[in-house]
């Protein structure tokens, strides 16, 4: 890799990201199998560790997906989820039902 902290695409190295103080963290349809399931709940806290190491205010993590688009992925990536530390709020148009 280069110096400077970018590769050859100039996209930050993983080191810089892991010690950014965010303000909140933004993603959506990240999980797609069961490395996703179990590996993304571990770069949200990572992400949100930074924060503490830097003594920033705790960023806020912003998720979305459609529910139960692959059979029982969702109920894993929960239980991940919780399994880390980290709890979840399903959010939906008021009135309207959660998924099945």
């Not at 590769?7 to 996703?36: K, M």
Request: overall charge negative.
């Amino acid at each position: 890799r280069p110096r400077g902290g970018e590769d050859e695409g100039g996209v930050a190295v993983a080191a810089e990201l892991d010690t950014t103080p965010w303000d909140f963290i933004l993603g959506s349809d990240l999980v797609y199998n069961d490395v996703g399931v179990f590996m993304l709940p571990t770069v949200i806290c990572s992400l949100l560790a930074a924060a503490a190491r830097s003594g920033a205010r705790a960023p806020t993590c912003y998720y979305a997906h459609t529910k139960y688009r692959f059979e029982t992925m969702d109920m894993d990536f929960f239980a991940a989820l919780e399994a880390a530390g980290l709890s979840c709020e399903e959010v939906r148009e008021p009135g309207a039902p959660s998924p099945p």
